[in-house]
């Protein structure tokens, strides 16, 4: 049986400052967590065997989602200077390109596309794709994504879409390559999720949950903020509903208590980590924000824990199913159907996609 999921989705965005991108900073970012994991461990409440593959995943692709951030992570500068970094950003992603160092997934995030920065959100862009198109001899690396943030409505995808339709134009890319993700981040943006997604025209491929900024927006206090209040539970759960079997990834915010510090420290931070990581998996979003090279082992830790405690139950279910010719069948006490089944595959497939589970078991 095959899984339901069009393409591999990663387990996270790994977001840095555009004036920081070089071509290997993946790899900078995984030697940094081994570091961390080899300092400070051990990783609380996680078996050998899950630290295992997370050295592993660590060694071999220790970022699968990185987004060069134009935004929150790097601030107003003058036109001057983010002209400069994003031509820099686009010749060291031309560079990694060629030497097979980008990860999987790879993008920008642009300041908003509201009155105050369209403006210098679109020169970021062309500027970027224009000197990326020139190093690689008019190709784009494979999910290069652009990342919208705080929309408010339809208007803002609209726009981003339409200057899409310009630049593939004038750089003659046929088949409609540039695609674009958008952060949820305010109440009006969450009640007109339909809406942006049809002005998106085919654009979008994810929705993000901005969850501090969307807390602060409907006036929840500074000291009660984190990402398991009931708030961003009913923001999530909004989000599911809306964008449900539309073929976009969903993705949950940021965990601002980083695993820095003495050991204590970062035990600590890894905890509040891996607490924020699995609430997500079990609300259904299977993808998250992470700022710091240490929350690499929170994230990769309980992504592989959550996946691999359920693999010989799944398993085993599926095996059972199919060997029943795909009838409904009782495993132990469980009943599955084609429609729990079709569940049970896709949690296998998103298993191995991510390195949780070896792809030959």
Not at 195 to 201: D, F, N, R, S, V
């Amino acid at each position: 049986m095959t899984s339901q999921l069009m393409t591999r989705q990663p387990v996270h965005t790994v977001y840095g400052g555009a004036h920081l991108f070089t071509p290997g900073v993946c790899a900078k970012l995984g030697k940094l967590a081994l570091r961390s994991l080899d300092e400070n461990s051990p990783f609380p409440g996680v078996d050998d065997g899950v630290i295992e593959r997370v050295r592993i995943k660590l060694q071999t692709e220790p970022v699968e989602d990185y987004r060069i951030d134009f935004e929150d992570g790097y601030g107003n500068r003058s036109d001057d200077e983010e002209d400069r970094h994003a031509e820099a950003a686009a010749k060291a992603v031309a560079e990694a390109m060629r030497d097979s160092l980008l990860p999987p997934f790879i993008g920008i995030r642009i300041k908003p596309f509201n009155e105050e920065h369209r403006t210098r959100s679109a020169r970021t862009l062309e500027l970027f794709l224009t000197t990326l198109l020139e190093r690689t001899g008019g190709k784009v690396p494979d999910h290069l994504v652009v990342t919208l943030p705080k929309i408010e409505g339809p208007h803002e995808p609209a726009m981003l879409a339409a200057a899409f339709d310009m630049l593939e134009s004038k750089h003659y890319l046929r088949g409609g390559p540039l695609k674009f993700e958008f952060l949820v981040e305010t109440p009006q943006a969450l009640l007109a999720l339909p809406q942006i997604l049809e002005a998106a025209q085919g654009r979008a491929t994810g929705a993000h949950f901005g969850a501090y900024d969307y807390l602060a927006s409907i006036d929840i206090a500074a000291s009660v903020q984190s990402l398991l209040h009931p708030s961003c539970d009913f923001a999530r759960n909004m989000m599911k509903a809306a964008l449900a079997h539309r073929g976009i990834f969903l993705a949950d915010g940021v965990t601002n208590i980083l695993p820095i510090g003495s050991r204590e420290g970062v035990q600590r931070g890894w905890q509040v980590h891996a607490r924020n990581v699995r609430h997500a998996l079990e609300s259904g979003f299977y993808q998250g924000w992470d700022v710091h090279p240490a929350q690499l082992v929170s994230r990769y830790a309980t992504v592989f824990a959550f996946f691999r405690e359920g693999w010989e139950d799944a398993a085993l279910r599926v095996r059972n199913f199919e060997a029943r010719s795909a009838q409904a069948t009782l495993t132990g006490s469980t009943f599955d159907d084609l429609a729990s089944i079709r569940g049970l595959v896709a949690y296998m497939d998103r298993a191995m996609s991510c390195g949780a589970i070896p792809k030959a078991s």
